[in-house]
Every structure is written in C-alpha cells, then in structure tokens.
C-alpha cells in the first residue's frame, strides 16, 4: 500500500527526548529543594543530546498546552562537566534573563534567540561569557535585550540566577556599556530589529570576520561600514530597509555575496524603484550570487521583455532566455529569487529553481517556505493566497502545503493575522478532496495547532476557523487522543452568554460528535467539566429567545447522548432544572418533531437509572409522558422512547407509584395501545450500543407491558438491521432472556409470539449472515 503524505515515524531519538521531557523525575532527575528538579549525580549527557533536550523542550513549551514547563529547566545544563550545550535555539516570550545566565559556562556555538521580549541587557553581559566560543549569534526581535531593566547596571553574578526578573526593560535605560569586542569567532550574526538608538556601526566595529549578517529593520545612518568585510562577507540580509545609491554602490563592492536580500515589506511603503541599471550592475559585479531577493519593489518596465517576445516557448531557467533583462547577464540559474509582491514574478522564463511570487502555487509555497520564521507579515499574505488555491483551484502538493502552514501556525503562535489565515488554509487542506492522501500522524499535527489557535484567541473568525476545521476530521476517532482538551476548549467557546450564532451553532455539532459513540469514563470526565449545565444554559438561552433552532436540536442530543448510561451525568440533568426546561421546551415548541424525539431519548437514559426514577415519578411528568404514546412525531420515535421512560418506571412495580391520577392500569392500557399501533419494520433514527438497559425488562412479570415494549423494540432493531443487531444480541446473553420470557406464566401471548421471532431471526442470522434489508441508520442519537 503507498505510503501517505507525511507518513514518515518520527525518530527514535525524538521520541525518547520527549518521553524524558515529560517524565523528567523519573528518568534524568530528581526532586529537589523546593520542588525543583535536579540533574541526577550519575547522568552525563553529550552536546548532541543536550542541545536536542534544550531546543525540544522549546518546542514543547511553545506548542503543547499539555505540557507542563520547569521553572529552572536551564539550571539542569549549568555545569559543562555533566552536560554539555553547543546549539540553542530559544524563542519567544519564555525566555528570560536567568535562564541564560544558568547556561553561562557553557562553550555554545550556535545562540539564536527570536522574539525573546523578556530578555534585558543582563543578557547582553551573559553573551560576554560565550565570546570565545559564539560562532553563530541571533538576536532577531529581542527588542528590549539593548535596555537595563529598572534602570539598573549592567550586571551578572552569582546572586543574580533566582531574581525574579518579570519587570520589563526599561526603553530609556539603553545600555551602552556592551559591544562586541572579543567575539573573534563570531561569524554570523542577525541583529534584526534592532533598535534604533543603538549605532549599528559602533556595535559591529570589533567584529571583523563575519561572513554573514542580517540587519532587518534597522537604521543605518550610513552604510560605508560594510565595506569593512567586503572580503569576507558571503550573506546579506537588508530587508525593510530604504534603498539609496549610496547603499546600492556600497552593496556592490562586496564581491564575495552569494545571498544578497534587499526586499521590502511592500511596494507601497517603498520610494526607491528599481532599475534595469541597477539591477544589471548588481548581476554584473556580484558574480558570486546564488540567492537575491528583491520583494517588494516596484520595477520599471523596462526591465522586461516585451510580453510577445517573453511567450514565446516554454518556460525556461536558462540566463540567456531570461525575461528580466539584467538576469541574462547570469553566468547561471540562481537557486533562489525573491520576486514576492513584485511584477517580475508573473513573466515567464525566470533563471531560478526557486522562486517567490505569487503567480503559481509554487511560487506562494515558496514564499510561505522562505519568510515564515522571520517575516510573519509576509507569511501571512502568501498562506492567504494559498487559501485561495485550495478553495478555488486545487492544491498540487498537498504534504508541502500542509506542513509550511503548520509551521508557521507553531512559529508565529501570537500572531493573530498568521492563526486567522493559516486556520481557514487547513479547513479547505483537510476536507474531503485531499483526506485520503493525508497520514494519521499528519492529520494530528493539523488538530494540535487548531487547538493552539483556539486556546490562544478568543477571537471570532479563529475560533469559527478552527471548529469549522475540526469538522473535516472523523470525530470522536481522530479527535480521542485530544479528547479532554477539545471538549474544555468547545464548553469554553459555549459559556459566554451571547456568542456569534455561527460558530455557536459548529461547537454544539462538535460537542455532541464527541459524546456519541465513545466510552463512558469519557462521558463522566465530559459531564465534570460542565458539560451538562453548559448544554442547559443554552437552552435556557433558545428558551427566552422563543428559538427552536439547530443549536437548540443539538444541545437536547447532546444531551441524550452525554446520559447515555452515565447515572451522574443523569443526576446532573435533573439537578440542574433539567425537567423544568423539558417541560418547557414542550409547551414552547409543541410541533417540533426532532426536538421531542431528542429530549424523550434523553429522558429514557434518565428512566433507566432506578435511584433516579422517582424523580419522574410525579402526575405532571407521567401525564406528558402518556399523552406522548400518541405522538406520530418522527415516526415511531416520540412515542417509542415516551414508553422506554415509562417502561422502566412501571418496572419498579405498583407499590412506588403513589398519586391518583393519572391511574397507573389506565397508562399500561395506553403503552399497550401504543405498542400495537407501530408498524415494526420501522426505520430507527437511534443508536444502540447494547442491549443491556432494554434485556433488564425481559425476564420480569411486574409489567408484562415492558416486557413487552422490550420485547418489540429488539424484534424490530434486528429485524431491520440483522448484521449490526443479531450479533449484539447474542453477544450480550439475549437468547437466553427470550427463552425465560417463554417460560414465564406472566408474559403475554403477543410478547411470547415476539420473542419467538427474535430468536427466529437471530438463528437464521447465523446460518446466513448476509445482511438482506439495506437500510440506513441515521445516527442522531444513541442509546444503551
């Protein structure tokens, strides 16, 4: 069988990194003082599997809301001689000052710290101590680390490592004191971000070897500096930054480039346009260049072909071919152009093998591929036009589309223009037309970051998103092994008093998906989350509103199926003015078939609970339950499940039934009339998963008419269905019930003639056990 798309097991070193992470105490460390975990005396861990547990646990911490993070996790990696740190990647809010300080003496060779907002200049004095090992630094977006917080020193020592550093760094106390004398290995550095009250030029002065440097969204009062590593310097990164001819002729002296970015957020914030002449000069001087990206620039059109010209033949990587004049200068294709947001990326011989722009789905993916990490405001236009593509068009390479938006789901988390964009893609990437190309593994990747979006943002059109998404899934199947976290994040979408209709509407379907076919302890956990006053208070709401509408329906079978043998949950309905609401919901909505069968189904998972059944036991209740025998609601099953709930009560005998009216022998007469009246090849709009609650009534004569609604009800399940039913009967003890019901003086001749054909049918069954009756089950509720 072909393997689907992203069907690849993860490794086994990613598996027992993230056992250890969540089973800390019991396996790499003890509990200490305080509660906080230390490093057991006789482990001894090597950089390859210190920086996987470091960077994992970033990305546990990150994405998984399950997951709980360790105060001084970092303190775990304090002493090089047990463990042993060369790579990290930390990002994020999460990150603060004592956490690097706790890995000071270490030799790391590679920091990359994105976003880290709560980090002050006392980290600035951590780096110090990684200067004669640091070849690779990044301080992208780490907007307060050039500030002191409070204003205090620049500092770090001993006492500093268990300060509570939660105060934000003060934006007037810039530090000066630090710069980057002494980094001698240093060669690739991102300052991205950088404020603009630190000098650029006087920080990097000390640094004279780097072969690559990024400077996004910096000022740069001049730009001569750089020509300081003209000799060395291989990568440039000037995005955001306004083009000049002076930065242009700087940019050109630095022979050496081979990844050269001078692309801009958008052209409408650009003045500089771009030339043929410039570009040509860049060709012409950069030899060496494999990367350029030059998004978001206007271009004059003389820097094309003539359109006539430019179609002729197929699309060709070929320089000499190129429909971008300056590029037939190449001596050959680059590996990557950057023509996002641009004209150029709509000709059609491009000298590249990969490309941006938004012409294609290849184009946009790439796009998605090349600025997620670092330009989330780009991301998030290209995966807004992927949506496009999957909604109108049809999208080519599924596994790629899935895991770039993915990615930039888990990347950029508290970003709610990449949640809004990146959780409507995935609604139109999972649906049917792409479902089974997709892995198991794949498919819950995709449920893990919905469920992030929807626990970060309360926002409408997310939380719409994601539910909508989560209905392209097998619910409760593919949802269990997130079950209790779906269902807390649905009931929390469903509290507020007043929610949008539509995504009210998706969470109740949701909710009531998850508690129709699963286990009871499931159920039990569901119903102490709330479940069930959640489900009341929305009807109580429908109720004011004088509305009878699919979030009313659903709520009702949600109910029916959250009772389903669960006698808590049932005590729950009744505790919380279930009945009241019932009755309600009756005189309010007297011809709402679906309605009645729901809230009847529900009350007959209640009637099946004997501590409960008292409860039901009142004139008012057993007067609506009789006068619903004559309901022709829905077929049979108004009336069918008005005699479950009143079958179970008389089963408990005439001692417990206390009032005048209504007699109980004149409502026996009417179940009985009832009983005979419905034709018993009915189709059933109801689930059982066993008979249990249905095969107590057999063999009994303390109410020969539940005995013989008993009776009935399994004559027609499985007779109608004999290749879901027969066998459940067997399988639960059936046949030997019917055949006490046989001996028993007490049952009737009708119910003894019944039963006969019961076990007719399931003997036929097992000597052919084609299924010969093709109807369909709809499974809207679910019993037993």
């Given at each position: 069988?072909?393997?689907?798309?992203?069907?690849?097991?993860?490794?086994?070193?990613?598996?027992?990194?993230?056992?250890?992470?969540?089973?800390?105490?019991?396996?790499?460390?003890?509990?200490?003082?305080?509660?906080?975990?230390?490093?057991?005396?006789?482990?001894?861990?090597?950089?390859?599997?210190?920086?996987?547990?470091?960077?994992?646990?970033?990305?546990?911490?990150?994405?998984?809301?399950?997951?709980?993070?360790?105060?001084?996790?970092?303190?775990?990696?304090?002493?090089?001689?047990?463990?042993?740190?060369?790579?990290?990647?930390?990002?994020?809010?999460?990150?603060?000052?004592?956490?690097?300080?706790?890995?000071?003496?270490?030799?790391?060779?590679?920091?990359?710290?994105?976003?880290?907002?709560n980090l002050s200049s006392r980290s600035l004095k951590t780096l110090t101590c990684f200067r004669e090992t640091l070849v690779?630094?990044?301080?992208?977006?780490?907007?307060?680390?050039?500030?002191?917080?409070?204003?205090?020193?620049?500092?770090?020592?001993?006492?500093?490592?268990?300060?509570?550093?939660?105060?934000?760094?003060?934006?007037?106390?810039?530090?000066?004191?630090?710069?980057?004398?002494?980094?001698?290995?240093?060669?690739?550095?991102?300052?991205?971000?950088?404020?603009?009250?630190?000098?650029?030029?006087?920080?990097?002065?000390?640094?004279?070897?780097?072969?690559?440097?990024?400077?996004?969204?910096?000022?740069?009062?001049?730009?001569?500096?750089?020509?300081?590593?003209?000799?060395?310097?291989?990568?440039?990164?000037?995005?955001?930054?306004?083009?000049?001819?002076?930065?242009?002729?700087?940019?050109?002296?630095?022979?050496?480039?081979?990844?050269?970015?001078?692309?801009?957020?958008?052209?409408?914030?650009?003045?500089?346009?771009?030339?043929?002449?410039?570009?040509?000069?860049?060709?012409?001087?950069?030899?060496?260049?494999?990367?350029?990206?030059?998004?978001?620039?206007?271009?004059?059109?003389?820097s094309t072909v003539p359109h006539f010209d430019e179609a002729m033949g197929r699309p060709s990587i070929e320089p000499c071919?190129?429909?971008?004049?300056?590029?037939?200068?190449?001596?050959?294709?680059?590996?990557?152009?950057?023509?996002?947001?641009?004209?150029?990326?709509?000709?059609?011989?491009?000298?590249?093998?990969?490309?941006?722009?938004?012409?294609?789905?290849?184009?946009?993916?790439?796009?998605?591929?090349?600025?997620?990490?670092?330009?989330?405001?780009?991301?998030?236009?290209?995966?807004?036009?992927?949506?496009?593509?999957?909604?109108?068009?049809?999208?080519?390479?599924?596994?790629?589309?899935?895991?770039?938006?993915?990615?930039?789901?888990?990347?950029?988390?508290?970003?709610?223009?990449?949640?809004?964009?990146?959780?409507?893609?995935?609604?139109?990437?999972?649906?049917?037309?792409?479902?089974?190309?997709?892995?198991?593994?794949?498919?819950?990747?995709?449920?893990?970051?919905?469920?992030?979006?929807?626990?970060?943002?309360?926002?409408?059109?997310?939380?719409?998103?994601?539910?909508?998404?989560?209905?392209?899934?097998?619910?409760?199947?593919?949802?269990?092994?997130?079950?209790?976290?779906?269902?807390?994040?649905?009931?929390?979408?469903?509290?507020?008093?007043?929610?949008?209709?539509?995504?009210?509407?998706?969470?109740?379907?949701?909710?009531?998906?998850?508690?129709?076919?699963?286990?009871?302890?499931?159920?039990?956990?569901?119903?102490?989350?709330?479940?069930?006053?959640?489900?009341?208070?929305?009807?109580?709401?429908?109720?004011?509103?004088?509305?009878?509408?699919?979030?009313?329906?659903?709520?009702?079978s949600a109910l029916w199926n959250i009772t389903d043998e669960t006698p808590d949950n049932c005590q729950m309905f009744l505790?919380?003015?279930?009945?009241?609401?019932?009755?309600?919901?009756?005189?309010?909505?007297?011809?709402?078939?679906?309605?009645?069968?729901?809230?009847?189904?529900?009350?007959?998972?209640?009637?099946?609970?004997?501590?409960?059944?008292?409860?039901?036991?009142?004139?008012?209740?057993?007067?609506?339950?009789?006068?619903?025998?004559?309901?022709?609601?829905?077929?049979?099953?108004?009336?069918?499940?008005?005699?479950?709930?009143?079958?179970?009560?008389?089963?408990?005998?005439?001692?417990?039934?206390?009032?005048?009216?209504?007699?109980?022998?004149?409502?026996?007469?009417?179940?009985?009339?009832?009983?005979?009246?419905?034709?018993?090849?009915?189709?059933?709009?109801?689930?059982?998963?066993?008979?249990?609650?249905?095969?107590?009534?057999?063999?009994?004569?303390?109410?020969?008419?539940?005995?013989?609604?008993?009776?009935?009800?399994?004559?027609?399940?499985?007779?109608?269905?004999?290749?879901?039913?027969?066998?459940?009967?067997?399988?639960?003890?059936?046949?030997?019930?019917?055949?006490?019901?046989?001996?028993?003086?007490?049952?009737?001749?009708?119910?003894?003639?019944?039963?006969?054909?019961?076990?007719?049918?399931?003997?036929?069954?097992?000597?052919?056990?084609?299924?010969?009756?093709?109807?369909?089950?709809?499974?809207?509720?679910?019993?037993?």
């Amino acid at each position: 069988m072909a393997a689907k798309a992203g069907d690849n097991p993860e490794s086994l070193m990613t598996l027992a990194t993230v056992f250890c992470l969540r089973n800390l105490r019991k396996t790499m460390c003890y509990q200490g003082f305080r509660n906080k975990v230390c490093l057991r005396s006789d482990i001894f861990l090597p950089s390859e599997i210190c920086d996987k547990l470091v960077n994992t646990y970033m990305e546990l911490v990150h994405t998984d809301s399950n997951f709980e993070p360790e105060e001084n996790f970092f303190q775990l990696f304090s002493d090089p001689r047990s463990t042993r740190l060369t790579r990290v990647q930390l990002r994020e809010d999460f990150v603060h000052d004592r956490d690097l300080e706790a890995i000071r003496k270490q030799d790391l060779i590679e920091l990359h710290l994105t976003y880290c907002n709560n980090l002050s200049s006392r980290s600035l004095k951590t780096l110090t101590c990684f200067r004669e090992t640091l070849v690779s630094l990044c301080l992208f977006g780490c907007s307060h680390i050039f500030y002191r917080r409070g204003g205090a020193p620049l500092a770090c020592n001993e006492d500093t490592e268990d300060e509570e550093d939660e105060s934000p760094a003060s934006r007037q106390a810039l530090e000066t004191d630090f710069n980057f004398q002494g980094f001698n290995r240093l060669r690739l550095l991102n300052l991205g971000g950088l404020p603009d009250e630190v000098d650029a030029e006087t920080l990097l002065k000390p640094l004279k070897s780097l072969t690559s440097l990024d400077l996004s969204n910096v000022t740069l009062v001049g730009t001569a500096f750089l020509c300081q590593w003209k000799d060395r310097l291989a990568s440039l990164v000037l995005y955001n930054l306004d083009l000049s001819e002076e930065l242009v002729s700087t940019v050109v002296q630095l022979v050496n480039l081979r990844h050269l970015d001078v692309s801009r957020e958008s052209r409408r914030t650009s003045k500089f346009k771009m030339t043929r002449k410039i570009l040509t000069v860049v060709v012409q001087r950069l030899v060496n260049l494999v990367s350029l990206d030059i998004s978001g620039h206007i271009m004059l059109d003389n820097s094309t072909v003539p359109h006539f010209d430019e179609a002729m033949g197929r699309p060709s990587i070929e320089p000499c071919k190129s429909s971008i004049y300056p590029f037939q200068e190449l001596k050959r294709p680059l590996q990557f152009l950057g023509l996002y947001d641009t004209t150029l990326c709509n000709v059609t011989h491009i000298p590249a093998y990969k490309v941006t722009g938004s012409k294609n789905e290849d184009q946009v993916l790439n796009a998605i591929e090349a600025y997620t990490e670092f330009r989330p405001e780009l991301a998030h236009r290209a995966i807004n036009q992927l949506f496009d593509i999957a909604r109108i068009q049809h999208c080519s390479q599924l596994l790629r589309a899935l895991q770039l938006v993915i990615a930039a789901l888990k990347c950029h988390k508290y970003d709610k223009s990449i949640q809004v964009t990146g959780s409507a893609a995935l609604f139109y990437l999972t649906n049917t037309e792409y479902r089974s190309d997709q892995s198991v593994r794949l498919r819950r990747e995709v449920i893990q970051v919905v469920l992030n979006g929807m626990e970060q943002y309360q926002e409408v059109t997310v939380q719409r998103n994601c539910c909508l998404t989560l209905c392209n899934f097998s619910i409760p199947e593919e949802l269990e092994f997130q079950y209790s976290r779906v269902n807390q994040l649905l009931l929390k979408i469903l509290e507020p008093a007043r929610q949008d209709e539509s995504i009210q509407r998706i969470a109740v379907h949701l909710c009531n998906a998850l508690v129709c076919q699963v286990d009871n302890h499931h159920k039990e956990a569901v119903g102490k989350m709330g479940f069930v006053k959640t489900m009341l208070n929305l009807i109580q709401k429908k109720l004011q509103d004088r509305m009878c509408d699919q979030v009313m329906e659903f709520s009702w079978s949600a109910l029916w199926n959250i009772t389903d043998e669960t006698p808590d949950n049932c005590q729950m309905f009744l505790n919380c003015r279930g009945m009241s609401l019932f009755l309600e919901c009756l005189q309010e909505f007297p011809d709402k078939q679906e309605l009645h069968r729901n809230m009847l189904g529900l009350l007959g998972n209640v009637a099946e609970v004997k501590a409960l059944r008292p409860q039901l036991l009142t004139p008012q209740f057993i007067t609506v339950f009789s006068n619903l025998l004559d309901s022709k609601a829905d077929g049979i099953e108004v009336s069918y499940n008005a005699c479950g709930v009143l079958s179970h009560i008389m089963f408990d005998g005439p001692e417990v039934w206390s009032m005048d009216e209504p007699r109980r022998d004149t409502v026996m007469d009417k179940m009985w009339d009832a009983i005979q009246s419905w034709d018993v090849s009915s189709r059933r709009n109801i689930n059982y998963r066993s008979f249990e609650p249905i095969l107590r009534l057999l063999p009994q004569g303390i109410s020969p008419v539940s005995q013989h609604w008993a009776t009935w009800a399994l004559f027609n399940l499985v007779s109608v269905y004999p290749s879901k039913y027969c066998p459940l009967l067997i399988k639960e003890g059936g046949i030997s019930l019917l055949e006490k019901v046989l001996e028993l003086d007490s049952s009737q001749p009708e119910t003894k003639d019944m039963a006969r054909k019961v076990m007719e049918q399931c003997e036929n069954f097992k000597e052919d056990p084609m299924e010969t009756n093709h109807g369909q089950e709809v499974n809207y509720g679910q019993r037993g």
